[in-house]
Nanobody, 120 residues
């Protein structure tokens, strides 16, 4: 069973930065499409950013220019660098991975999440 374990969440003031990490237990899965999703209280889960096998990235409009998704294949680790954080970024952040190399399909594996809280 593939496992994804997130870390790096916490509480910061608006304008601050956080870096989330996600370690993937399976070598091959770590090289497929992976992404970060978030769910704020009372809202549906939304896609934040994805990165495919070739390193092609995609971001939701609200985080463009502020968040950077990357991965270190040697460490089986996915990252999300979050800068200029806003209170509306407050949410549980989930790491996810696909069975596909590219991000045209849904995610198949999910972590348990890490909480990010931004105060104004």
């Amino acid at each position: 069973q593939v496992q994804l374990v997130e870390s790096g969440g916490g509480s910061v003031q608006a304008g601050g930065s956080l870096r989330l990490s996600c370690v993937v237990s399976d070598y091959n899965t770590a090289r497929n499409c992976m992404g970060w999703f978030r769910q704020a209280q009372g809202r549906e889960r939304e896609r934040v950013a994805t990165i495919d096998r070739d390193g092609v990235t995609s971001y939701t409009d609200s985080v463009k220019g502020r968040f950077i998704i990357s991965k270190d294949s040697a460490k089986n680790t996915l990252y999300l660098q979050m800068n200029s954080l806003k209170p509306e970024d407050t949410a549980m952040y989930y790491c996810a991975a696909s069975l596909s190399r590219y991000c045209s399909y849904g995610m198949n594996y999910w972590g348990k999440g890490t909480l990010v809280t931004i105060s104004s």
